[in-house]
């Protein structure tokens, strides 16, 4: 079982910017996804990229977020940018069958 772990959340203003990052405990072949989940609602998917650098957006995102992966470091970025309230959630690292921990991201003034 992959062990995936995120850093990188935190509380920020309107307009701000974070970047998270998931590190990966092996050698990841495949693509890598990050989804998020806000209170009360359901997981869903911000951004995956596949081994070879393919990228796939949500419509609330684009433009704004950025997913990146370091292949030597096993491990896969999300750049936010221009944050709004609505971005506020509990952002999830998933490869295949694993997910991490979480970690929250509160957008507010």
């Known amino acids: 079982q992959v062990q995936l772990a995120e850093s990188g959340g935190g509380l920020v203003q309107p307009g701000g910017s974070l970047t998270l990052s998931c590190t990966a405990s092996v050698r990841i072949y495949s693509n890598f996804g990050w989804y998020r989940q806000a209170p009360g609602g359901q997981r869903e998917l911000v951004a995956d990229?596949?081994?070879?650098?393919?990228?796939n957006y949500a419509d609330s995102v684009k433009g704004r977020f950025t997913i990146s992966r370091d292949n030597a470091k096993n491990t896969v970025y999300l750049q936010m940018n221009s944050l709004k309230p609505e971005d506020t959630a509990v952002y999830y690292c998933?490869?295949?069958?694993?997910w991490g921990q979480g970690t929250q991201v509160t957008v507010s003034s």
């Open positions: 990229i596949s081994i070879g650098g393919t990228t």
């Open positions: 998933k490869q295949g069958y694993s």
